[in-house]
């Protein structure tokens, strides 16, 4: 029996209908399809909002709309324009390492006579340095300062600029002014002006330039947001920061850390310490007024603030800034004579303009400065006025210290003598010579044949000027000294004699000599040219008494030795000065040495002596006390100094030699220190003759000991006095409103 059921056979009727329809009335009705599941769920659609308030609905809905759709198509259109804007910046920049030097300008560095720098001049560059190389001190102090973030963002800071705006308003600034919340990239892309180079040809100065590169309007800073995200698309970081040590301006006409760092501390920027970095940082800010050459405490209480940036953000530790306080950055020894002062400022306008005050090279300068000579003179000037002049006082000086071939060696053209582009008084300041002249009236005789013991009548005398009038000179003490040598003369200065003798000679002997000497200014042209009534300038005159020391040879003063370009071994321009053409004789200059060695020794200028040197010189000091001198030598050295007003008030109780005596003292004194001791080149006199008045006498014999010299041949006695008289008529005591005294104490 199977176990499967048993089919159930169909019913008759069902077969009946099977090929045709089934009548109607027995047909089942149908199931109705189950609808799909989504058309199950779907809720019933809301019935609109009719009225006033389905209207506005509608309106509000389609406003966002047509904003979310002008947006999007904005924001992408935006977008591409930007990419496009970028790409363009991008295929404009260079390599990097055509932008480490953005100088327009080159730089003038000044090296003293043994090779050691002391000033610079221009746009001082120390050479490309990466930011992987830099001391890690100073590249984190430059992040720690400007951009803490700088390795973290793509270019611009979204919250530095929004704490900047902040900090804008909130102290009355507009949103724009004051900070500005720029990274170092964006302030990288304004140090390249976006990309603009300075075109001379363009008609705008580079302080034009400049200014227009720093301008911080929206439209600026716009071009200068696209162009920082070009820089970073196109360089790396490191490349980014190297560019921004290389340009930045960090005061004291240094361009950059390594530049600052060799103008500050005499280093290279890679072995600042903590200090030295924290203080070059600190000038990014404000580099003029935080420079540590224009105010070394502002400079130091800014570095301060730099250390305890770099201590919050983990670069230094406690200790370490405490230490770095303790003990701040020191100056090098140049960068605290700031800069080489007047002698430096000299050097720059005797060299060629293209290779000095305008070059465009770096350019290397050999100079004449002796840096010890240089402390020397400074620290005699101040002695004197701090110890020897009343407080308060207006009175300038000068000091020029050289060579007796004319190389300076030191040189202070003012009482503020750590100053750049001041007022020179030792080159500039034309003033009159007074005595200080008398030297030129007694060389031109001497190389005529006079002796130094010659005769010399010291009593009342006067010249008829032609058109000014009777004009009779008179001495300082309003004394007459009767028959006197030529050497007293000088050494005490007495006006009388220097006239006749000038008359004698002949005033265009006198001229011809002091300007042969170096006396390039017009000379007066009457009888007063013999007692100084010419201007000159304090190096021209010491110039020319460098011409006595030297045995009678002219000089020119000079302080540059060779220049070159950076990097060049052959100089391109040696001296223009030195020693020139003889003036006078080799003997006559001896003489003369010895005349001016009374001077000291036993006249006017007696406050000179210092150290048991032989010693010879001039006092001078002009009508009404408005100028006074002292320009003197040792075997070794010359030197000048003037004393007086710049607007020409009459100095009070001062001669040549009193208070320019004493500087000269302290200043030589103190350039002397470990120079052996060395006798002057002095040639002693001949016995003498009456050259005025009287017979032929000898007179002020020789020492015991010294050869004289071969004497001159004698002359017709009174033969100078009768020429006077026959070109200018008798003299006599005649009294003159037109006196003219002069002569020194």
């Known amino acids: ?75 992408l259109v935006g977008c591409a324009v930007l990419a496009l804007i970028v790409g363009y910046f991008y295929t404009t920049l260079p390599p990097v390492e055509d932008l480490l030097d953005g100088r327009a300008n080159g730089s003038v560095t000044m090296l003293d006579y043994k090779g050691d720098v002391f000033a610079w001049r221009g746009d001082q560059f120390g050479g490309a340095i990466r930011a992987s190389s830099v001391s890690p001190h100073l590249k984190n102090a430059v992040l720690a300062t400007e951009d803490k973030r700088f390795y973290k963002h793509f270019g611009l800071s979204p919250r530095g600029i929004a704490s900047a705006v902040r900090i804008n308003l909130s102290e009355g600034r507009g949103p724009l002014s004051g900070h500005g919340g720029s990274t170092i990239t964006q302030q990288t892309a304004k140090l390249l002006c976006l990309g603009e ?14 200014s227009e590169c720093r301008r911080g309007s929206i439209k600026r800073k716009a ?19 190297s560019i921004y040590l290389n340009r930045a301006y960090m005061g004291g006409g240094a361009y950059g850390a390594e530049a600052a760092a060799q103008r500050f501390y005499g280093k290279s920027a890679s072995e600042v310490n903590p200090a030295e970095a924290a203080t070059i940082a600190g000038l990014l800010t404000a580099p003029s007024t935080l420079s540590p050459t224009s105010n070394l405490e502002r400079s130091r209480n800014r570095a301060a603030t730099v250390l305890r940036l770099m201590n919050e953000q983990g670069y230094l530790s406690d200790a370490e800034v405490a230490e770095a306080i303790a003990n701040p950055a020191t100056l090098s020894d140049a960068a605290e004579a700031r800069a080489g002062g007047y002698f430096a400022d000299w050097v720059m306008s005797t060299g060629p303009e293209f290779f000095t005050r305008k070059t465009t090279e770096d350019v290397i300068i ?32 000068a000091i020029v210290v050289m060579s007796a071939d004319g190389a300076v060696r030191a040189m202070v053209g003012g009482r503020k003598t750590k100053v750049s582009g001041a007022f020179n008084r030792a080159t500039q300041a034309l003033r009159q010579t007074g005595s200080a002249f008398k030297p030129f009236v007694y060389a031109a005789a001497l190389d005529l044949g006079y002796s130094p013991n010659d005769l010399v009548d010291d009593s009342p005398y006067c010249l008829n000027i032609p058109g000014s009038g009777e004009w009779c000179p008179r001495n300082y003490t309003n004394r007459f000294s009767g028959q006197t040598t030529l050497t007293n003369a000088l050494a005490q200065s007495l006006n009388i004699p220097a006239v006749k003798i000038s008359e004698s000679v002949g005033r265009e002997t006198v001229s011809a000599v002091a300007s042969q000497f170096g006396i390039k200014n017009d000379l007066a042209a009457g009888p007063a040219l013999a007692l100084g009534a010419s201007e000159s300038t304090l190096i021209e005159m010491t110039g020319a ?35 020139g053409e003889r003036v006078i004789q080799e ?91 060395k006798a002057l080149p002095m040639v002693l006199p001949a016995p ?40 200018f008529g008798g003299g006599g005591n005649g009294s003159s409103s037109n006196n003219a005294r002069g002569g020194d104490r």
Do not use: C
């Open 1 to 75: 029996m199977s176990d499967s059921p048993k089919r159930k056979r169909p019913l008759v009727a069902e077969n009946r209908y099977r090929k045709g329809a089934k009548p109607t009335a027995t047909k089942k009705a149908a199931k109705p399809k189950p609808k799909p599941a989504a058309k199950r769920a779907r809720k019933p659609a809301r019935p609109r909002r009719g009225g006033i308030l389905g209207f506005f609905s509608a309106i509000v809905r389609w406003f966002f709309r047509l904003i979310w759709v002008i947006t999007s198509r904005s924001v």
């Open 197 to 210: 180079p300075f075109d001379p040809s363009a008609g705008k100065t580079e302080a034009e330039y400049e």
């Open 223 to 241: 071009k200068e947001a696209v162009y920082a995200l070009a820089m970073e698309a196109k360089y790396s970081k490191d490349d980014i920061l």
């Open 688 to 727: 003498a003759q009456v050259i005025f008045e009287g017979d032929v006498n000898e007179v002020a014999p020789i020492p015991t000991g010294q050869a004289p010299v071969a004497p001159k041949p004698s002359r017709p006695a009174n033969i100078i006095d009768q020429v006077l008289q026959d070109i």
């Open 366 to 397: 050999r100079t004449t400065l002796d840096q010890r000579m240089q402390r020397a003179a400074v620290e005699g000037l101040n002695w004197v006025f701090d110890n020897k002049v009343r407080s308060g006082s207006k009175a300038q000086a």
């Open 587 to 677: 003997s006559a200059a001896g003489q003369l040495i010895y005349m001016m060695e009374k001077v000291v020794s036993e006249g006017t200028g007696q406050r000179a002596q210092f150290g048991g040197r032989q010693l010879a010189g001039k006092t001078g000091t002009t009508s009404a006390a408005k100028d006074a001198w002292f320009i003197g030598f040792s075997a070794d050295y010359v030197a000048g100094v003037w004393m007086g007003y710049d607007d020409n008030t009459p100095l009070k109780g001062v001669t040549g030699g009193g208070l320019p005596t004493e500087i000269w003292r302290e200043a030589m004194k103190r350039v002397h220190e470990g120079v052996p001791v």
């Open 545 to 579: 008494f460098a011409g006595i020391l030297n045995g009678g040879s002219s000089v020119t003063p000079y302080g540059l030795i060779d220049l070159r370009l950076r990097g060049d071994a052959e100089a391109l321009m040696g001296s223009g000065g030195g020693i």
